[in-house]
């Protein structure tokens, strides 16, 4: 019972923007619109709306590994696309009886996880640290691009699923949820939706818990300063690579998430371009908060999405702008710097009231 | 049994011979400086000591065990700990959180928070806790990495040139900290150039030139040794 108490202490702490009643009312509130806004909207945009929340993992992951951790990955898009070929390989093989769409998940995740063990104990234990780790990160990312995009001819398939090359795989069945009668099967529809949404909070939850943690004090540490957080006893590289590996499994998850969604996945999810977004993301919210990351990534994403609509290329040169207007006004991100200036109001308010 | 011996270490940088065939013994419980002039090879040592730099050749030995080749990390479990010549401190964090991070192995929940005001109040700080460490002074980071250092209840305290940048009542403050941390029984190793600093806490003294053990003795030794006043002042070779 007290470790469970001292488990929701850790939702606050030093790591993490918003403490007290007014932040977890206005969580609630956000939470209630989240909840309520199926029942004002149709099917269809329910549906495109997860598309919105599914790459909030990812950009949660490098939240993670870059904000707290100080590593910048610029590969996580590798562990997305593992994950996101894996869930379709197993289910493509298997179906989706019994629930094992769900099993095929977690596989997949830890698919993505076992990788980022190998790849991760490479270069922590080979002591690879700085811009040397973003640029291997991507050369993976690109590597499996690559890889994956020669993949057409017939000869390329595990199982029965074949690996179609540039085209990418497709048809492989939604998250089906086991339920006697009849099964549910998550379509790009409500039931995804809610799917989605109590994983992002579940996963929200649980990094504010882990970030504020002893293990989050050590993984900060190792940001401010690596050599003094060694000669503090901590062996700073297990540290990292279990960083890496946490960080892996959420780009991992929103792989599987993404190809669960619309049926599909090509390579192009593991390119430059896929790979340099998050990125941006993140920047622009505020890579050391995982609520700044979480509000960012859907604020930009939106944008994004709305720019779209006058031409792709027109929106990317948005993006490139608004990281270099991040990087000069806030280069701790934007929805941070808010954020910070708000609660510094409240409390002069606050003060005054007092 | 001595508490640290270093057997006829040796390293190399390239053609630099840093660090020459040194050999040195701490006895427990007492309060040794390093002293010499730039170059001599003083922070390279503590770096070899704690693994940062590993020797060409030699051994390292404390508390009876042959730690040479163990990672840093496994020698602070050991008992070692240092406070950089560059003040090491979390300079984005909270004054609170760095000796939060130092302290959170060994106590949990209740007492860390306990811990944590026992040693604010040892180093003066607690009116500064939850300042970020990098706004402090140049003295304050001093104290707080010392704090962050002696949290480990280590047996051998290494400090780099502990009170660079402070002003002499500081100075003295930081001598008599460490007179009290040797009461309670920790050895320390301190590079010091401050002669005010080493004559207030020194035990024995070990000068270090060009790579080598150069003398040895006790502070009123060393400084009525001629060749020790002649290398400072440049005429070693003369």
């Given amino acids: ?354 | 049994m001595s508490l640290l011996e270093l057997r006829d270490l040796n390293k190399h940088f390239g053609g630099l011979h840093v660090t020459n065939a040194v050999n040195l013994t701490l006895e427990p419980g007492e309060i040794h400086c390093l002293i010499g002039p730039n170059g001599a090879g003083k922070s390279t040592l503590f770096r070899l000591i704690l693994g940062e730099h590993h020797p060409g050749s030699g051994e390292i030995v404390f508390a009876g065990e042959n730690i040479t080749a163990l990672k840093s990390f496994a020698r602070i479990h050991r008992g070692l700990s240092v406070k950089f010549q560059v003040p090491g401190v979390f300079k984005g964090l909270s004054v609170r959180q760095n000796l939060e991070i130092a302290l959170q192995s060994r106590h949990r929940g209740a007492e860390l928070d306990a811990e944590i005001d026992r040693q604010l109040g040892f180093l003066g700080l607690e009116a500064e806790q939850a300042q970020t460490a990098g706004n402090l002074s140049h003295g304050q980071k001093q104290w707080l990495e010392i704090g962050m250092a002696i949290s480990l209840k280590p047996r051998l305290l290494l400090l780099d040139e502990p009170t660079a940048g402070m002003s002499p009542e500081e100075t003295h403050m930081t001598g008599e900290m460490v007179q009290r941390l040797n009461a309670g029984g920790m050895t320390v190793l301190a590079i010091e150039h401050d002669m005010a600093f080493v004559r207030q806490v020194a035990q024995r003294v070990t000068v270090l030139h060009l790579g080598q053990v150069f003398a040895q003795g006790s502070i009123d030794e060393i400084v009525a040794d001629e060749r020790v006043a002649a290398i400072y002042l440049g005429q070693a070779h003369a």
């Avoid at chain 1, 001292?6 to 969580?27: C, D, I, K, M, Y």
């Fill in chain 1, 1 to 354: 019972m007290t470790g469970l108490f001292s488990l929701f202490r850790r939702l606050e702490g030093p790591q993490t923007v918003g403490r007290g009643p007014g932040f977890w009312s206005l969580f609630a509130f956000v939470l209630a619109v989240a909840l309520a806004y199926p029942l004002f909207s149709d099917g269809y945009t329910v549906g495109n709306t997860v598309y919105f929340l599914v790459w909030v993992f990812i950009a949660l992951s490098l939240c993670v590994i870059w904000g707290y951790g100080g590593s910048l990955s610029f590969g996580q898009t590798a562990f997305f696309g593992i994950a996101g070929y894996g869930y379709g390989v197993l289910t493509l093989n298997f179906g989706s009886g019994y629930g094992f769409t769900l099993l095929a998940l977690v596989i997949a995740v830890a698919i993505a996880a076992l990788f980022a063990v190998l790849l991760g104990y490479f270069m922590f234990f080979g002591r690879i640290a700085g811009v040397f780790l973003g640029i291997v990160t991507l050369a993976v990312t690109l590597m499996l691009e690559r890889f994956m995009a020669q993949t057409a001819g017939p000869e390329w398939h595990i199982g029965t699923a074949r690996l179609n090359g540039f085209n990418g795989m497709s048809a492989m069945p939604p998250l089906t949820i086991p339920w006697p009668g009849e099964p549910i099967v998550l379509f790009a529809d409500v039931g995804l939706y809610y799917f989605v949404l109590g994983l992002l909070v579940f996963v929200y939850l649980a990094l504010r818990i882990l970030m504020n943690s002893s293990f989050g004090n050590v993984i900060v540490a190792i940001r401010e300063n690596p050599e003094r957080a060694e000669m503090l006893g901590y062996d700073i590289r297990r540290y990292q690579l279990i960083t890496f590996v946490v960080g892996a499994a959420l780009a991992g998850l929103s792989g599987v998430l993404y190809t669960a969604w619309g049926q599909y996945i090509t390579p192009s999810s593991m390119g430059m371009t896929a790979a340099a977004l998050p990125l941006i993301w993140v920047a622009v919210g505020g890579r050391s908060d995982l609520t700044s990351t979480v509000v960012g990534t859907l604020v930009v994403l939106a944008a994004f999405q709305a720019l779209t609509i006058y031409g792709s290329q027109y929106a990317l040169v948005f993006m490139g702008v608004l990281l270099v207007l991040t990087v000069l006004i806030a280069p701790n991100g934007l929805v941070l710097g808010a954020m910070n200036w708000i609660g510094r109001l409240a409390a002069r308010f606050t003060q005054r009231a007092g």
